[in-house]
């Protein structure tokens, strides 16, 4: 399952890849809601695109009728923001009387199929889903902040049928509720069932379920695995259980029938009642060991539910964000000054995700390892710090970065040669 999932991640990365690359002889629709564009509005822009076109959306607050319950209809586009999820936010302005998320792939889309750099908030969704509902497609979506969304479950995300893959998004602050009714078993942040979505170098902090999986509940009654690799878990609740994941079992015998999750080099919270997996069942699987560790990842700033001046009553709760990138002493980048800067203690995260993986963009010094969370392998990835000043030449052969060439890059270099050869 991890050599195989790993290949269908990298896949689905080429096919982005050669999305990007196609985009030389393909149409760029521009969306600006309050300049000069070619729409004032996401859901117009799409669906005036054809497969292959690029629907690239400026800096922005984007609301009301065509900026929510956005519909990719079975495209094969890329929908991209102009700068980053920072300054282009889908503000779906939901409610319990008024239902609205923000986007709903559900006419087969695949890998083709790119969502890239939005923040979606202030979804509600009477169904699954809040900020994002795959169901029956399987897109890429990748670089998003899914924040202050709510839904009956997964308040964040729900995979459906789904082999979607989603990577170095952010998913924090959501709510999963129960409503007269609903046999909703949870899912704060995410909501997971059928097939094999890949969730990967994706930071889920600070949701919130009524049940079950404050974090993440894989299962759901039906069949199939989810990929968790080079996460980060921590400061999620459940009312009953599964503060980070709950993966819940069934009464088979072998895991290829099991309804269950595979924990590979992530970060989750150390606490008695974070992980519960298979306990429900006859036939309970634990997690591989090693497959993740429980330690502070140290962000720059944690998010946090403010009580509205009601300590008392969490429904008027409500969520302020933070800045998930890892602290070190190497050097951390601050998207307010645009700067790195350096923290007087370093993330445990760091250099800590599966060594396979690539670094990708990660700047030097980066360990030659990838880091957890929704900034590894990108290039706002905090550097590694290896306990003396950064060094300011870069050596050949020095492959992770600590000012010398030693056994330490031989080993870095075997064993991704090893992993090449399998």
């Known amino acids: 399952m991890n050599r195989q999932a790993n290949s269908r991640l990298l896949a689905a990365a080429a096919i982005v890849v050669a999305a990007f690359l196609a985009g030389a002889s393909a149409k760029t629709i521009t969306v600006d809601d309050d300049g000069l564009a070619d729409f004032n509005n996401i859901q117009a822009a799409i669906d005036a695109s054809a497969d292959g076109d690029v629907v690239l959306v400026a800096p922005g607050t984007y609301t009301g009728d065509g900026n929510r319950d956005i519909d990719f209809r079975g495209k094969a586009i890329t929908v991209k923001s102009e700068v980053g999820p920072k300054t282009c936010i889908i503000d779906c302005q939901g409610s319990k009387n008024e239902f609205h998320r923000g986007f709903y792939f559900h006419s087969g889309e695949d890998a083709k199929s790119v969502l890239d750099g939005f923040t979606v908030t ?56 129960v409503c007269v009714g609903s046999n909703s078993d949870g899912g704060g942040g995410v909501y997971c069932s059928h097939n094999h979505p890949v969730f990967w170098n994706c930071t889920i902090y600070g949701n919130r379920a009524t049940r079950f999986g404050g974090g993440i509940l894989c299962g759901g009654g039906w069949p199939g695995e989810a990929l968790l690799q080079n996460c980060i878990f921590v400061g ?14 069934s009464t088979c015998t072998t895991r290829g029938g099991c309804i269950t999750a595979e924990i590979l080099a992530c970060c989750v919270e150390d606490e008695p009642n974070a992980v519960i997996w298979d306990q429900a069942w006859d036939n309970p699987l634990e997690p591989p060991a090693g497959s993740y560790i429980m330690v502070d990842p140290k ?21 302020v964000g933070g800045d998930y990138h890892l602290k070190s002493q190497a050097g951390r980048w601050d998207p307010q000054s645009q700067s790195w800067i350096q ?26 390892v990838i880091n957890m969370g929704a900034y590894g392998g990108a290039a706002e990835a905090s550097k590694s710090y290896f306990g003396k000043p950064v060094c300011e030449t870069i050596i050949v052969g020095d492959i992770n970065g600590d000012c010398k060439v030693d056994a330490a890059d031989l080993s870095i270099m075997a064993y991704h040669w090893l992993c090449e050869q399998q």
């Open 122 to 177: 202030g979804a509600y969704a009477e169904w699954g889903g809040g900020g994002i509902l795959c169901d029956e497609s399987s897109p890429s979506i990748c670089n998003c902040a899914i924040v202050g969304n709510t839904a009956t479950a997964g308040g964040g995300i729900l995979t459906a049928r789904s082999d979607a893959v989603i990577s170095n998004c952010v998913i924090a602050g959501n709510i999963n509720y």
């Open 236 to 249: 999620n609740r459940a009312g009953l259980g599964g503060n980070e994941i709950y993966a819940p079992g």
């Open 299 to 319: 962000f720059a700033t944690s998010g946090y539910w403010d009580p509205n001046g009601t300590p008392d009553d969490s429904n008027d709760d409500f969520w």
């Open 343 to 368: 923290d007087d203690a370093t993330s445990p995260c760091i250099d800590a995700g599966d060594p396979a993986s690539p670094v990708g963009q990660e700047a030097f010094p980066n360990g030659g």
